[in-house]
């Protein structure tokens, strides 16, 4: 089931950017077991929009011909503007030789086969897995009621 | 055999006798062949030309050759076997001039492209052909001429002028760098996160001597497993970048198989690659502990760069932030002077746990809030006028608890809670709880919530 940025929780940090949403039904079943949903939008201003309410998401953006440059100045001002997240680039074969650029613009994978979604699966699970939940679960709201704050362990 | 050399050399003969210039380039763009009036055309360096890549870089300042070669290079359609028209750029006495250049792509009987011939116009131009007049594709004239901005525009951003810091830690990273920027030596650079290590290296690699530059590949090494990272130094043996520069980001979280990958690779006679790794902790004194493999350690840091915390350094404080300022007055078209003498001292009384990367997202926000010319204090983040307040109030007494008080408030939280859930139903809460429902409605009454009226059915 795709989401939609407008009614999507803060909690959502897999953003897929493309045309045509085969990478997300690759990527969906892929995560299926491990609870990530996949936020998909159609458009790099989409994206960002919603890389602004989750500033450490892990976004896969489509790379196209029509959206090769805007995508490109995006990659290389990705790590100042969110720090904290990451950005990994799908496309068709014909795109290949942008891989280079493209890393170099700061992209942490380039991939080109719909059929080899595994490995990008994993670092997306293992970035997430990273990123600190914005909200304390009970326990941890008890503990930090100590008067002398939250355990250091 | 020697009839079909005879008709090669006939053919090479045919066209180093043409007076158009021409061409060729293989499959991986590096040019394999010109012909005299091309090498009368691009004067003598022309020979040396032969073998470099006519590819789009992101670096700065290409070496003159390199450079020459990027102008050179056909638009993306060509590769997808196009016929494509586009101007090539070259430069004569400091001034660009321009001609026109006709693609041919030559197939294999795969379809895939084998070779690329261009054939030039012999007439100079000063200004670049009118997209009107362009004869081919002005989508893929337009992808062409947008890298070629591209590349223009981020090459500005690596200058070592950029690596801003008048401390004494700053300026010692500076000439490290510097050093590290002259050589293929492989360099650590040590700082906690956002500390700006991956801009330094970023400024290492474009600094370096354009000659044997090549790309620059980082790899994530905390996210990256050992098969991503084995799958990409294959994909760097085989492709088309040819070398560069490695940057291992986080290199002291690299997994053990993905140090046996690139233990098996950097030591090899010929490896084109020079590495360079970001740490927080510096590698070298990881294998006592068993956390990294001596020998890598030992090849990754023959320099170590260290950077300071934002927070050790906050004489760089204003500086840097009137270049981040700046540098968003350069993206956003917004125009700010600066920062009032209140916001300066707001930003240089906090702490920076998020380094240099935090006081970057400060500015941004601040950038789009100010309304002025100048950035005020109140147009700070609200964050930082609380540190300074929390900062100016006494540290808290530790103040002493009633432990049996207070894990009876949190057992009462914790049953107020179960109950929530089970909407009211105390043998469903009591599972939720893992006891029985008379305990449950015994422990409900020594705590007094049976009291308080939550226990009705």
Not at chain 2, 115 to 120: D, G, Q, R, S, Y
Request: proline share 6%; glycine share 6%; with cysteine.
């Amino acid at each position: 089931m795709s989401s939609s940025p407008s009614n999507t929780s803060s909690s959502t940090r897999l953003i897929v950017c493309e045309g045509s949403g085969q990478w997300s039904i690759g990527l969906r079943n892929e995560l299926a077991s491990t609870g990530v949903r996949v936020w998909e939008c159609r458009s790099l201003p989409e994206a960002w929009d919603a890389l602004r309410q989750t500033p450490a998401a892990f976004v896969i953006v489509e790379a196209v011909r029509e959206n090769l440059d805007n995508l490109l100045r995006r990659a290389a001002w990705f790590s100042r503007d969110f720090p904290h997240g990451r950005i990994a680039v799908v496309a068709q074969r014909n795109m290949a030789r942008f891989e280079w650029l493209l890393r170099e613009a700061g992209a942490v994978h380039f991939l080109t086969s719909p059929r080899r979604l595994a490995p990008l699966a994993g670092l997306a699970v293992r970035h997430l897995a990273g990123v600190p939940l914005p909200s304390q679960t009970m326990v941890q709201r008890i503990w930090a009621s100590l008067p002398w704050g939250p355990s250091e362990t | 055999m020697p009839r079909r050399r005879l008709h090669a050399a006939e053919l090479v003969k045919l066209l180093e006798s043409a007076s158009q210039p021409l061409y060729v380039l293989d499959d991986s763009l590096a040019i394999i062949y010109l012909n005299e009036a091309c090498r009368n055309w691009l004067g003598p360096d022309a020979d040396q030309l032969l073998g470099r890549k006519c590819v789009y870089h992101c670096g700065n300042e290409l070496a003159r050759l390199d450079a020459t070669a990027a102008r050179l290079c056909p638009p993306p359609a060509v590769l997808e076997g196009r016929e494509v028209s586009a101007d090539v750029a070259w430069l004569s006495d400091q001034q660009t001039l321009f001609r026109r250049a006709r693609f041919v792509p030559l197939r294999r009987p795969d379809d895939n492209v084998l070779c690329i011939i261009a054939l030039v116009d012999p007439q100079d131009r000063a200004e670049k052909t009118p997209e009107t007049a362009a004869s081919d594709s002005s989508e893929s004239q337009d992808l062409h001429e947008q890298l070629q901005r591209f590349q223009q525009e981020t090459a500005l951003r690596w200058r070592m002028e950029r690596v801003v810091g008048v401390t004494p830690a700053m300026r010692r990273a500076r000439a490290q760098a510097e050093v590290a920027a002259a050589t293929r030596a492989s360099a650590v650079l040590l700082g906690p996160p956002g500390s700006g290590r991956r801009h330094l290296a970023e400024v290492i690699h474009y600094g370096g001597p354009a000659e044997s530059r090549g790309v620059l590949v980082p790899l994530e090494c905390g996210l990256l497993d050992a098969e991503s990272i084995q799958s990409t130094l294959r994909t760097l043996a085989v492709g088309p970048a040819g070398g560069g520069t490695l940057l291992l980001c986080d290199a002291d979280q690299l997994s053990a198989e993905g140090q046996a990958a690139l233990a098996a690779v950097l030591p090899a006679a010929g490896c084109p690659w020079r590495v360079l790794s970001t740490a927080a902790t510096p590698l070298i004194d990881l294998p006592p502990r068993g956390l990294f493999r001596e020998e890598l350690a030992a090849l990754l840091s023959t320099i170590t760069i260290e950077l300071p915390p934002l927070a050790k350094r906050r004489d760089d404080l204003p500086l840097l932030a009137q270049a981040l300022l700046e540098e968003h007055n350069a993206r956003r078209g917004k125009q700010l002077g600066g920062f009032t003498t209140e916001a300066v001292d707001r930003l240089c009384a906090y702490a920076w746990p998020g380094n240099v990367a935090e006081l970057a997202q400060v500015v941004a926000e601040s950038h789009a809030r100010a309304a002025g010319t100048l950035v005020a204090g109140d147009e700070l983040p609200e964050r930082l006028r609380l540190a300074a307040e929390a900062a100016g109030r006494p540290r808290r007494r530790e103040e002493p608890i009633q432990l049996d008080e207070f894990v009876a408030r949190i057992e009462r939280e914790l049953i107020r809670r179960a109950l929530a859930r089970a909407k009211g139903n105390k043998t469903k809460a009591a599972r939720l709880l893992g006891l029985n429902r008379p305990r449950l409605y015994r422990r409900m009454v020594q705590l007094g919530l049976a009291e308080e009226g939550e226990i009705e059915n």
